[in-house]
C-alpha cells in the first residue's frame, strides 16, 4: 500500500525565519528548513508538503482539509500555540495524528509560552532542538503513518 503524505504547517512569522532573532530561531530561512526536511522525506520515502501561512483562518482551513490527503501533520503553530482555541478544535476534529513541534524549547521561555492549545490534542510535542525538531517530528510523523 502506497504510504500517505504528511503534511508539514508553518504558522504566523516563521516567514522571517532567518533574521527573526537568529540567537533563539538560528540562522537558517524557511525555504532552507523546507529543504532539509526534503531531504529527510525522500530518505524516510515519504512525501511531504509544507506551508506556512501567517493567517489563523488559512491554518485551521488547511488542518481541516488535510483528513483527505494526508496521513499525518506536523505542526510549528508558532505563537498560535498559546492563543488558538480554533487551531486546538480543528486538530482535536481532524482524526489523523498531529505532532507539533517548536524550534525552541517553550518550557524555558516567558511563562506565556509555557502552554500550548495544541498540546492537550497533539500525539506529542518535540520542542528545544531548534532546526531538527522538524526533522524529529517528521521522524515520529513517519512512524505514525506506518502503524
Ligand atoms: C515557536 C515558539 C513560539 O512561542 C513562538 O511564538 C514562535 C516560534 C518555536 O518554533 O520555537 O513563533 O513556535
Known amino acids: 500500500m502506497a504510504k500517505k503524505k ?8 516563521l516567514n522571517l ?7 533563539i530561531y538560528g540562522k537558517l530561512t524557511l525555504a532552507q528548513i523546507e ?9 524516510l520515502g515519504i512525501e511531504i508538503e509544507f506551508r506556512q501561512s ?8 488547511w488542518i481541516q482539509e488535510a483528513a483527505n490527503k494526508f496521513g499525518a501533520i506536523v505542526i510549528n503553530p508558532a505563537a498560535y500555540t498559546h492563543t488558538s482555541l480554533a ?3 480543528a486538530v482535536s476534529a481532524l482524526g ?3 505532532v507539533e513541534i517548536h524550534i525552541s524549547n517553550i518550557h524555558q521561555r516567558e511563562p506565556f509560552r509555557h502552554h500550548s492549545f495544541i498540546a492537550e490534542v497533539a500525539v ?3 520542542a528545544g532542538f531548534g532546526v531538527d525538531s522538524y526533522l524529529l517530528g ?7 503513518i506506518q502503524e
Open 87 to 89: 487551531m486546538r478544535d
Open 124 to 126: 506529542g510535542q518535540i
Open 54 to 61: 501567517n493567517s489563523e483562518g488559512e491554518l485551521v482551513t
Open 35 to 43: 529543504q532539509k526536511v526534503r531531504m529527510l522525506a525522500r530518505e
Open 6 to 13: 504528511v503534511l508539514i504547517l508553518n504558522g504566523p512569522n
Open 17 to 23: 525565519l532567518g533574521k527573526r532573532q537568529p540567537e
Open 138 to 144: 517528521l521522524r515520529a510523523a513517519a512512524e505514525l
Open 96 to 98: 489523523i495524528p498531529t
